[in-house]
């Protein structure tokens, strides 16, 4: 028999089926899913209205060339309209993040006629070779060198860092609002204003990677409006499709104007069922006011970890992110925690080295936030006995 190749460590559950922020194993248990595939179904599991789009897509046409018009890439680009940053005019839907990620590296090289990248420690990008390439984790990157761009990588958040580094040398900076797999480290208004303007001096573009923070899941549309910036290309993935694999590439008119035919492609780029997907969510995410509603239980959730903080000190370091983009860091490598909240029906993830992560669907309850911070606080206190036994035992 084929066996999987095992990238990822199995976290011993197989599932069977899902609805809005649940899911249940083949055993019948049901769990509040705090993970959604690295947040991607943030409209929730079968969401209907995503669902119904895409089966009466399949009935139409599910197969088509990017060359090839489109009812549905039409009514993408004219949904797409109502959410991207107003000067972001031109945009190329893909797969994936990575995708995305790259084509914004390759526009960025082509148009600047550069060749240098400024990263950031602790940055996750992608893991194809050019967006691992500003990926910072050395486990990520370890023996796949050399990488298509010259990078480097710069301490995030530190502004003075920045400014002695963005010269007329550096094609672009690219950059998360919060860092996502690097452990939910949030940039700071005056570091994300300074890269803007460190961009604009050298004349370097300035690539604000939104695949995780996008699209409502911090409580705002997308997540550098926190800071009044305007990236000259924007990259967006996961949950814009509702969970479907599509992702984009948004560019600023000047550089829009300035690709051409050949510049790139991809055979199932902006394909019918991705673009009804990605259309479907849109009206999801405006019709449902996403946006307030994760602005409202994001903050009850994270009033909730913060107390969670205030009476386990000895394990939880602090708080971290915004919206439903939420962890914990602990003051020690988590897999105990949660493989504990698993096994006690609420999956979430980890990010970086000490974050347990959050990432709920939009429409996660008050009654679900108590019950995964009810969890959360029996599994702490089950965590912190076993450590002092250990320490005693010691």
């Known amino acids: 028999m084929v066996k999987l190749i095992q990238f990822y460590s199995p976290r011993g559950l197989k599932l069977s089926r899902a609805e809005n922020q649940y899911v249940w ?42 060359a090839f018009d489109t009812e549905a890439k039409e009514k993408a680009l004219e949904s797409l309209s109502k959410i991207l940053p107003r000067k972001l005019e031109y945009v190329y839907m893909l797969n994936g993040g990575g995708e995305a990620v790259e084509l914004a590296l390759k526009i960025t090289r082509k148009i600047t006629g550069r ?178 509603r994760v602005a409202q239980t994001g903050r009850i959730f994270r009033e909730s970890l913060e107390k969670v903080k205030e009476d386990f000190g000895e394990v939880v370091r602090e708080v971290k992110g915004r919206g439903l983009f939420l962890g914990i860091e602990t003051r020690f490598e988590p897999t105990s925690i949660l493989k504990l909240l698993q096994d006690n029906g609420v999956i979430a993830l980890r990010a970086g080295r000490l974050v347990v992560r959050f990432l709920p669907p939009y429409m996660i309850s008050t009654k679900d936030i108590e019950y995964a911070v009810g969890t959360l606080r029996n599994v702490l206190s089950q965590v912190k006995e076993e450590k002092i036994v250990t320490k005693t035992q010691t």
């Not at 049901?30 to 595939?37: A, G, S």
């Open 25 to 66: 194993d083949t055993n019948g248990r049901k769990y509040l899913d705090c993970h959604t595939q690295y947040g991607s179904i943030f409209l929730g599991h079968r969401n209907p209205k995503i669902t119904n789009a895409i089966k009466e897509q399949i009935d139409k046409i599910y197969g088509a060339y990017p």
């Open 115 to 292: 060749k240098k990248f400024i990263s950031f420690i602790n940055a996750f990008h992608g893991r194809t070779m050019g967006a691992l390439s500003v990926t910072w984790n050395p486990k990520y990157r370890e023996g796949y060198d050399p990488f298509p761009w010259d990078v480097k990588f710069l301490p995030y958040n530190k502004v003075e860092e920045l400014e002695k580094e963005v010269d007329d040398g550096i094609a672009g900076v690219i950059v998360e609002v919060i860092q996502g797999e690097g452990g939910l480290n949030e940039g700071s208004v005056e570091f994300l204003k300074a890269i803007r303007e460190a961009c604009d001096k050298a004349g370097a573009q300035m690539i604000i990677d939104e695949v995780q923070t996008g699209f409502g899941r911090t409580g705002y549309l997308w997540a550098h409006q926190i800071a009044n910036v305007e990236p000259d290309i924007l990259v967006a993935g996961k949950a814009i499709g509702g969970g479907f694999p599509v992702s984009l590439t948004a560019v600023k008119t000047e550089l829009g104007e300035k690709l051409k035919e050949g510049d790139h492609g991809s055979t199932f780029g902006g394909n019918p069922i991705a673009c009804a997907a990605l259309t479907a969510s849109i009206q999801v995410l405006l019709e449902e006011k996403v946006v307030e």
